[in-house]
């Protein structure tokens, strides 16, 4: 081999800084996931106010889930043990199957029952009024829904919150057993859970459904009911999870398959190492110019761009073989000596198998 | 002190006495009974006083008609439960909603029944006193019951239940005094140890 000192030490000085440098971009690079990037950005307040519903909005971070299985009552009792469950997580806000009670709104909800409700639109809450209405709450106390109302009764004396509800159920609502929402067969019982995540965010949508399928998990314990969970933050999931398996498989293959092909031009492990260098390089390079400049760097960006450097960059590294300068002369087709004599020269059928453009060969020289 | 030592004889024959106790309960279906419940609350400077009669026709039914100071019907007809007043639009919701009615629908329908074996399959029974002087003490098996009602306590006579204590988690209460007892003149004020004595005492 007739390599130099210098050269030498400029490939151990080039490795190090890549390591130290790839180092801090993996420390500080956010990759994310939001497909809203992909958007033109909003100009009018109708514009963002769609962009926000489509990842934030409530409609979005809702997840369906049905639960199959046994008998009807045993599936009531199923949606109502794994809505407790999860009404306390932090990955969810409002779960629910329909079983309407007055600890079912959010405790954030509550200040605003008087604004809610049309009573104060059309009565004044005057002594008179409250004097009756703490007479008919005296009487509630005493009836059977006593105990029920009775938590609730210092903060709201008149009930408004009874009457935010009433105005608040729906005209048509899935059939219910049991207290508890069904689909139209009476097979599966059906819950909703408002995520807090928003649906472009698989990854904590994923923590969110794994929650979920083993809280269900632990309430199966006999193994016989299924969970079906359905909904933009489940699809995104979904998607992420297949995009990523696709990725990885056809990534995998078509770096066996470069490598393959790279040992069988080369007939030598040394300039295939070699020629990951400069794609390590140009991706570090790239990573720290986003990291730096801005604030993430999305997924798909993140691949495409890795796609791209491959093919770049490994062709510079085919077509630069180790120790044999390139002659200025060499045309665009002819990347390769064809019969140079070199222990190192490809086989021959590689130019052929792999034409190369002028952009390529600008690249060799570059 | 020798007062304990005298009721824990009766203590360890308990659970043989409350099925024994409970079968002879069983009234004939259907059944009215005359009732007065006293609410005592937080919120209230005074407890709550209604009066009326109760119908019962059943395990998952049951009447509870108020005549006293005001009108007011409700009725239990398996999950659902109607409450109407007076000039007021009629409200109903679920009973799993309310666990005290629940409560005490179980309870009461199953005493009336003289169905030992559905009292325990909800609750645990503890039974004190003898004969013509028991007291039944009821603690809900499911612990999401409990939470709501800690206890049921039943105290009666012969074979004739006297009055029905439940104990809510707001820790308030409301004693249901049943048959002649709720014919009785009740203090002013009226506290809950007063009403304890009553339902206690072997005689009037």
């Keep these: 081999m007739n390599r130099s000192l210098p050269s030498i030490l400029l490939l151990i000085g080039w490795t190090v800084v890549l390591f130290a440098l790839g180092w801090y971009v993996q420390r500080d690079l956010v990759v994310g996931t939001d497909l809203r990037l992909f958007l033109p950005s909003p100009t009018t307040p109708a514009q963002r106010l769609l962009l926000e519903e489509i990842g934030e909005g409530p409609a979005s971070r809702v997840l369906v889930a049905s639960i199959e299985g046994a008998a009807p009552e045993a599936l009531a009792d199923t949606s109502r043990a794994l809505v407790t469950a999860l009404s306390g997580s932090k990955n969810f806000g409002i779960v629910t199957n329909g079983e309407m009670s007055l600890d079912a709104i959010p405790e954030r909800l509550l200040p605003y029952r008087y604004l809610l409700s049309p009573t104060l639109d059309t009565q004044q809450l005057d002594a008179h009024y409250l004097h009756e209405q703490l007479r008919a709450r005296a009487e509630d106390l005493a009836s059977p829904a006593g105990a029920m109302l009775e938590p609730l009764l210092p903060r709201d004396p008149t009930l408004e919150l009874l009457k935010v509800l009433q105005n608040w159920q729906p005209m048509h609502e899935p059939n219910r057993q049991f207290d508890v929402w069904f689909d139209g067969e009476g097979k599966r019982a059906l819950l909703i859970a408002e995520t807090t995540a928003p649906a472009f965010d698989p990854d904590r949508q994923r923590i969110a459904i794994d929650e979920l399928r083993k809280t269900f998990a632990s309430l199966n314990t006999d193994g016989s009911l299924k969970l079906t969970v359905s909904g933009p933050g489940a699809f995104s999931v979904l998607m992420e999870g297949r995009t990523r398996g696709e990725a990885q498989a056809l990534g995998t293959a078509a770096t066996v398959g470069m490598i393959v092909l790279l040992l069988v031009a080369y007939r030598r492990i040394g300039p295939v190492i070699v020629s990951s260098l400069p794609l390590a390089s140009a991706g570090v390079a790239g990573l720290l110019a986003v990291s730096l ?18 093919s770049r960059c490994v062709n510079c590294g085919r077509r630069l073989p180790p120790g044999s300068p390139v002659p200025a002369s060499r045309t665009r087709h002819s990347c390769f000596p064809e019969s140079s004599g070199s222990r190192s020269s490809p086989v021959s059928l590689s130019p052929r198998l792999l034409p190369l453009d002028s952009r390529h060969a600008t690249c060799c020289r570059a | 002190m020798s007062l304990l030592t005298q009721m824990a004889p009766l203590a360890a024959a308990a659970e043989l006495d409350a099925a024994a106790l409970i079968q002879r309960l069983a009234k004939p279906s259907p059944a009215t009974i005359d009732f007065a419940e006293v609410r005592f609350s937080a919120l209230l400077k005074q407890p709550l006083i209604v009066s009326g009669t109760l119908g019962y026709a059943g395990p998952t039914t049951l009447d509870r008609h108020v005549t006293r100071p005001y ?126 004595r009553f339902c206690a005492s072997p005689d009037a």
């Design chain 1, 293 to 310: 400049l801005f604030d993430a760097v999305h997924g798909i960006t993140l691949a495409f761009g890795f796609t791209r450097l491959c």
């Design chain 2, 71 to 196: 009108r007011e019907d409700t009725e239990i007809r398996g999950e659902s439960v109607r409450v109407s007043r007076e000039g007021e639009p009629v409200r109903s919701f679920a009973l799993k909603r309310a666990p005290e009615l629940s409560g005490l629908l179980t309870a009461f329908t199953a005493l009336l029944a003289g169905d030992h074996d559905s009292v325990r399959r909800e609750f645990e029974i503890a039974a004190s006193g003898d004969e013509t002087l028991w007291q039944l003490k009821l603690t809900p098996r499911d612990a999401r019951v409990r939470k709501h009602v800690p206890g049921i306590q039943i105290h009666g006579r012969r074979d004739l239940p006297r009055c029905f204590t439940i104990i809510n988690d707001n820790g308030g209460a409301s004693v249901m005094l049943l048959g002649g007892a709720s014919q009785a003149q009740l203090p002013q004020p009226l506290t809950r140890e007063w009403l304890e």
